[in-house]
């Protein structure tokens, strides 16, 4: 499934139109016709429904869902908010149908009030993906009537007042479930945008699917999984499964290495093995699978026999670390760098020219911060430009860690994962995913599928974990690790 821009679905929307000649009118009567038939089963007949219709498309939607409801015997009254000669083109052509459907049409303001207050169900048809902020009277007013009603809130498209430029967001409509059309807008997994959502649905309404396959950016399903993660052979070794280094913990932060060992470990590698500095390896406590190197090992050669490797987990700042870590860069294995990997890149972020092999940066929005000099507000406002911008620029695969985690490849490609829940927001989950992804980028079919499978499994195995054995309070990243058996295990009895 793939996720736009409103700039994205406009030009789907246009191509659909220009090349495919399909008409606007036909486009807006499915789209209506598949929102009333997502919403149909929640409603009954004694429902008071008022539809809120701005100028737009979007409002133009709201007009079919209105005849289409007054059609199958629904009480439904039409809040129009702007006046007839200001609705133009499609929605123009289904406001005059509905009319000849006898729908009741209000225009006042105070007429309003009344209904939306007494209205048993409320759908928001009044701004589209159309919409650019700040919000303008009298439309403030009406989303404050539609949130502070009782009744529930159907948004079409999206929520009314959500925008891509959050900084110029005013009035938003709190949506109870919003009934998207096509695909899902990338404010359907903005911080800051997602909560206005409510619950997600997604309808097709016939535009050309050859077009909509051209976007780069995706959502991670269980289709992809099934797609891309490599099988166990019946034939193979363990060389087949590749080897592993994971470099990091000290004395100070030991654990970080070993949960890095066992995501790696439960992911499936052919052999692990972990290089500390060799003061703390008496504070490790290693699982029998794990090899141990030192630091004082670390050479060119060493680095050239594993298949991946990760760096930076529990790692430490020193001087002595940042040597190291330049040293680790020159490797042409495929490198993963976390957490304090992440603050010693951020000292000197043109290191990154030197790579020569695929580099991976998993960063959560304060490492991403100090990556790119934006605050994390910035950050969190724009994720998904920000970061495939980063990517490009610097030739990296970035995945930057959030309820939404966002994976952006250095082509431009990106995806969006959905598995996950608050458990996952505790230290040491991210030292498992970096051991999870350093498997999957060995194996699986692309370095980019492999850590979208990563952060799928990592995410879908608390989701289990917290279903059936645990809380997202009381479970700890190693019962994570100890889940991904049963993640796995769906993907193996179920394949593709
Ligand atoms: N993508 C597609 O192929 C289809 C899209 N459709 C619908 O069309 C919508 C997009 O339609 P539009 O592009 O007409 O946009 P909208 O319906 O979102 O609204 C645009 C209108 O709102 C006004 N407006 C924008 N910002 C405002 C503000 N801050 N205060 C007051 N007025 C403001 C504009 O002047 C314009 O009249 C989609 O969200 C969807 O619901 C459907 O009709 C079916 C086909
Ligand atoms: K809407």
């Given amino acids: 499934m793939k996720c736009l821009t409103s700039e994205e679905m406009r030009q789907v929307d246009m191509l659909a139109f220009n090349a495919y000649h399909m008409p606007g009118e036909v486009l807006m009567e499915n789209a209506g016709r598949a929102i009333v038939e997502a919403m149909v089963q929640d409603l009954i007949k004694s429902d008071r429904i008022v539809v809120v219709v701005g100028p737009g498309n979007n409002g133009g939607d709201g007009f079919v869902v209105a005849r289409e409801l007054k059609n199958r015997g629904y009480m439904v009254t039409v809040i129009q908010t702007v006046t007839n000669d200001k609705i133009s083109g499609e929605a123009n052509v289904h406001l005059n149908v509905m009319q000849r459907f006898n729908v009741d049409i209000i225009y006042d303001f105070p007429d309003a009030v009344q209904y939306i207050h007494e209205a048993t169900v409320i759908i928001d048809a009044l701004f589209g993906t159309g919409y650019t902020g700040p919000m303008r009277e009298p439309m403030h007013g009406y989303v404050a009537l539609m949130n502070d009603a009782r009744a529930p809130i159907y948004s079409i498209d999206v929520p009314s007042g959500v925008s891509e430029t959050i900084g110029s967001m005013s009035a938003v409509v709190k949506a109870t479930k919003t009934v998207t059309i096509e695909a899902p807008k990338v404010t359907a997994y903005i911080e800051q945008t997602a ?42 070794h363990k060389g087949t499964y590749g080897h592993v280094l994971l470099i990091g913990g000290s004395v100070d932060m030991p654990g970080a290495i070993q949960l890095s060992a066992r995501g790696a470990l439960k992911s499936g590698a052919g052999l692990v093995s972990v290089m500390t500095e060799q003061a703390a390896r008496p504070f490790l406590q290693l699982p029998h699978e794990v090899m141990y190197r030192s630091h004082d090992e670390l050479t060119p050669q060493l ?121 996952l927001s505790k230290g040491g989950s991210g030292d498992i995913l970096s051991g999870i992804a350093c498997v999957r980028i060995m194996q699986d079919e692309t370095v980019l599928a492999g850590l979208c499978n990563a952060v799928y499994l990592h995410g879908y195995a608390s989701d289990i974990a917290v279903r059936e054995d645990f809380t997202a309070f009381d479970i700890t990243p190693t019962d994570v690790v100890d889940s991904l058996s049963k993640a796995y295990r769906t993907f193996i009895e179920n394949p593709a």
């Fill in 303 to 423: 680095l050239s026999n594993y298949q991946a490797i990760a760096v930076g987990m529990g790692f430490g700042l020193t001087d002595e670390k940042l040597a190291l870590f330049y040293q680790i860069l020159k490797t042409e294995v495929p490198l993963l760098i976390d957490a304090d990997g992440l603050t010693l890149l951020a000292r000197d972020i043109s290191r990154l020219k030197e790579r020569q092999g695929p580099t991976i940066l998993t960063p959560h929005p304060k490492e991403f911060a100090r990556l790119t000099g934006f605050s994390v507000d910035v950050i969190k406002n724009d994720p998904f430009t920000l970061t495939k911008a980063f990517a490009q620029e610097h030739g990296v695969y970035l995945v930057l860690k959030g309820t939404h985690t966002i994976i952006s490849s250095p082509r431009g490609e990106q995806v969006i994962n959905t598995t996950g829940n608050s458990a």
């Fill in 195 to 236: 909560p206005y959502y409510g619950e997600l649905t997604i309808v097709s309404i016939g535009l050309p699917t050859r077009e909509l396959d051209k976007i780069s950016r995706t959502i991670w399903q269980v289709c992809h999984v099934k797609q891309t993660l490599k099988k166990r052979e019946r034939f193979g």
